[in-house]
């Protein structure tokens, strides 16, 4: 069965630090893979997508992520936090046929600390 | 960009009541999407839709129903409305490598 775990339901940093957030992910094949962030009473925005070719991907506001096939694992990474940055990011695998069916993980809450 | 309407933003109905949320996208997209977002549990596809008057079960289809007449409109359907569907819903479209999500629909059942 699909299924994204997203281990970290809080993380605290401090602003000007650097971040990691962990995506894993179950799927037969190689997914696609999308990052959102949803910032409070927000919708969803896309911060990156991947798709083939290139595993480090860049997207908005600074973040990057890479797909490591070997560890199932599409890692959302910035060097440098900023305050608002705070807000809840959730990984996406989506499926490789005409649906393109989002299946998404649990979440992650990021606090900034000032 | 994509752009996806939700008719309401925010809901509130009793127990019982037969509710309605409507989605409407304008990108011509073939897949439509209904999720719901629960602290927690991220979100959960509840129904999707392929083609106009085509749905599939997602991974939570109970107490729900959808409605697909038109290629640009899905609908959500609870037939009896429960507490426990006290939630936030998301409506999704997607065609292609393109995607878009509404801004979503607080819907307060009690």
């Known amino acids: 069965a699909q299924s994204v775990t997203q281990p970290d339901i809080h993380i605290t940093v401090s602003e000007g630090a650097s971040l990691e957030l962990r995506c894993n992910y179950s799927y037969g094949a190689t997914p696609y893979l999308f990052w959102y962030v949803q910032s409070p009473g927000q919708g969803l925005q896309l911060l990156l997508k991947y798709f083939s070719g290139d595993t480090l991907v860049q997207g908005i506001k600074g973040f990057e992520a890479e797909f490591k096939r070997s560890q199932s694992s599409f890692n959302l990474r910035k060097p440098s936090v900023h305050w608002s940055d705070a807000a809840e990011y959730f990984c996406a695998v989506g499926a490789r046929d005409s649906s393109y069916k989002l299946i998404f993980g649990s979440g992650t809450r990021l606090l900034v600390r000032p | 960009d994509v752009k996806v309407t939700q008719s309401s933003r925010y809901l509130v109905k009793r127990t019982g009541e037969k509710v309605f949320l409507e989605c409407v996208q304008d990108?011509?997209?073939?897949?439509m999407f209904w999720y719901r977002q629960d602290p927690g549990l991220g979100l959960r596809l509840i129904y999707f839709?392929?083609?106009?008057?085509?749905?599939e079960k997602g991974d939570i289809p109970e107490g729900y129903s959808v409605s697909r007449e038109k290629k640009e409109r899905f609908s959500l359907i609870l037939e009896s409305a429960s507490t426990n569907q006290t939630s936030m819903y998301l409506c999704?479209?997607?065609?292609?490598?393109?995607?878009?999500f509404g801004p979503g629909t607080r819907l307060t059942v009690t």
């Open positions: 999704a479209s997607s065609g292609g490598q393109d995607r878009g």
């Open positions: 990108m011509d997209h073939e897949n």
């Open positions: 839709s392929y083609d106009v008057k085509m749905k």
